[in-house]
């Protein structure tokens, strides 16, 4: 997966008293050493209080500079709030990366204090109409010029007018024009909303941590994975199992015994759900809430001011027409799952010949449908995905179709954060340097448990004629040690996993924009996941695996009959995979609409499952409860399934018969990650696409036939972001 969005434009931090910002530690610190992360001056925990600090001093001398142009502002302001945003998250997005992987807890520690010390700094400034000012008369000024075509105001270009529309809905979206008893309850519902999101999150003080279940019953589980467990002290034919995501995902694919999957199914979705389901009904309550204070009828709605979706019930009914392309060939999934089960567990047949499908049935048929249908052994496929391997691949791929280098580099002393982080340049063909990348790919204790890209500098072009600020970004994940020889081996999704997150990095390292505020994956929801999609279908091009996937013992290429066999099971129950995708999509997008199902949210997740899927629903299992993109991806969801169907039409179109294509590598560097979220998103796909935006590419990937898709679905796009347009939506 992405981190949730940049958080130096949110508006929803809560506020604190101006006075605290100038309490401060007047110490000498070692400003030109780079220190960790690349951050000056950070070489000890006790350093971030002094560069929270200085940070703090810093934006209020850069504030104070923008009121002055509060009655008449020139097109240089927008370079002066660049600033600001620039200081501001150049030490909140290290806190946040330095509070997810350091080592050290004093560190972390520290970090936590620094980033909630100057995130107030953001409330306060959002808070203050004489820093709004500038960006309203710059934007009403340049309204009145398109209208009437006279000159009221400076001329802006189309960066420097998405960056004002921009700026200008973040301190709106803060209550910047309601009343002081408005603001108060906004902060307050904000603050709920923070609150009961942080609780809903964590597990419950009574959920288990650990489960033993006995071993005899786990053998074709991994061996990898059985080879870290401990035996149970009190029974040692049991196993103890610690209860994270990850291994009880690998147990629901790999555990033959159907009773173990259902008992850790039902514990993934914790069956002591009074709480989580008070705290989300809670969420939802308070951004409803919020929305209507904001004059939204709904809290999707408020955040679709900035999307690339059309609207809400444009994208609900789009969801509903793509389920329903899907659902013949779904059905036909079910059938051969529901035929396997009966295959492998007949006593469980319901009257002795039909067979119910349940939610911890589907990972593990499916894995043994694919394993048997393309003769693949998951750990005969790793053997020729060893982590140096893959790299070397994403290099190959940079320099084939990007015309750029991957370039091992040593870091600077103290620069990174434990032992395990390499360091990678990005170069052009020139040698010169785009930006760097520094990987922290292995599991350690306290560390960010999942996948993720991190910003650490994000590109700009500073004023006074300086140099281009080079992005810089960390790619965090969790592939573990590997083997006796220290060889990491990948599983296919871990594979996945690591393209994805490269495609995020080179979203932010091939940005190329004015304003660090509109840098790399600083775009609007629904777009900021295509580019790590795309970058999945270069992963899985046979073309591309041939070129560096070896054995990691003998050093023998990949068989071509593996190879055809991996690269044609990706394409199998993809219509099951997708209705999923469609079904939580919808979920959120209900629950975050005018009249979220706050009496019975359970309920109400049945009858969409019902509708959108071609799976009944489980009893007594409160899914909603359970998923948790509901904090970052609130109202947003639906971004993973626009990202697979932009993602696949952009492939057919510039890759389609050349993974290595220069002239498709090119219109992607340039004509689309160049710009970050400085130009409308729509736009620019429509430009490479060189047609309408539609859902061909993807249906033709599940087997369904373009006469049909082109009849019967439209793609829900707008052009929200386009300067005119933008005209004709109020602020």
Known sequence: MLRPRNFCRSGQLRAIRAASFFSRSRRVYEEDKPGCFGLKGLNRPP?????????????????????????????????????????????????????????????????????????????????????????RKLYDSHCIQVRTGSQVGPDLSRE?????????????????????????????????VTSASAKFLSPPSDYPATLQLPYDKLRQVPGQFL??????????????????????????????????????????????????????????EDRLAIAKLLD??????????????SSPSDVKEFLEGLSALVRRRALDERTELEMEKLRREP???????????HGWDRSFYI???????????????????????????????????????????????????????????????????????FLDLYPREGKYGHAAHFSITCGRQPGGGADYQIPSVALVCNFGRG?????????????????????????????????????????????????????????????????????????????????????????????????????????DLDFHGRDPPIASTTEAFAKLQEKLTVYKPDKNVPVPTS?????????????????????????????GNDPFSKEGGAKIKNGLLAYGGAQDPATLLSNLIEGEINCNAFLSSLGIGEKDAQATLHFPISNNLSPKLGLSHAM
């Open 47 to 135: 350093d971030w209080e002094h560069v929270g600090n200085q940070c703090i001093d810093d934006c209020l001398q850069l504030a104070e500079r923008i009121r002055l142009q509060r009655d008449h502002p020139s097109v240089s302001v927008l370079q002066t709030f660049d600033d600001l945003s620039d200081r501001l998250c150049g030490v909140l997005d290290v806190a946040e990366l330095c509070r997810n992987v350091h080592p050290d807890p004093d560190f972390v520690e520290a970090a936590n204090a620094t980033f909630t010390h100057v995130s107030s700094v953001i409330q306060h400034l959002n808070a203050d109409k004489s820093l709004y000012e500038p960006l």
């Open 627 to 655: 998923f948790h993109h509901f904090v970052g991806y609130g109202g947003g969801y639906y971004t993973y399934i626009f990202a697979r169907v932009l993602s696949a039409q952009l492939w057919a179109n510039l890759f």
């Open 296 to 309: 939204h009828r709904s809290y999707a709605e408020l955040l679709f001011q900035d999307r690339m979706a």
């Open 227 to 284: 080879r870290s467990l401990s035996r149970a002290p009190s029974n040692p034919d049991h196993v103890v199992i610690p209860l994270t995501s990850s291994s009880m995902q690998l147990l629901l694919k790999w555990a033959p015994d159907s009773r173990i999957r259902e008992k850790v199914y039902r514990l993934s979705h914790d069956h002591r759900q009074e709480k989580k389901d008070r705290y989300l009904r809670s969420i939802l």
């Open 483 to 587: 083997d006796s020889s220290g060889e990491r081996l990948l599983t296919v999704s871990e594979y996945e996993t690591f393209f994805h997150e490269f495609g995020h990095s080179l979203h932010s390292i091939f940005s190329r924009t004015k304003y660090q505020h509109l840098s790399g994956t600083r775009v609007t929801t629904d777009f900021v996941e295509v580019p790590s999609h795309l970058f999945e279908h270069f992963a899985w091009h046979p073309l591309l695996i041939s070129k560096f996937a070896r054995h990691y013992k003998s050093g023998d290429a990949i068989p071509t009959r593996l190879l055809r066999s991996l690269c044609a099971s990706r394409k199998g129950f993809m219509s099951t995979d997708t209705q999923m995708q469609l079904l939580f999509s919808a979920m």
């Open 347 to 357: 006593h469980l047949a319901v009257n002795g010949s039909r067979m119910e499908l």
């Open 160 to 192: 420097d007018l998405v960056m004002v529309k921009s700026l200008k809905q973040d301190f709106e979206r803060g209550g910047i024009n309601l009343s002081d008893i408005e603001k108060a309850r906004l902060i307050k519902l904000q603050d709920q």
């Open 367 to 437: 894995g043994r449908l694919k394993a048997e249908k393309y003769d693949l052994s998951s750990s005969q496929v790793s053997q020729y995905f060893p982590l140096s391997a893959c790299l070397y691949g994403i290099g190959y791929l940079l320099h084939a179709t990007f015309g750029v280098h991957l370039v091992k580099c040593h870091a600077n002393e103290g620069e990174t954060w434990h032992e395990d982080v390499q360091k990678l340049h990005l170069r052009d063909s020139k040698g010169e340097v785009l930006g760097q990348i």
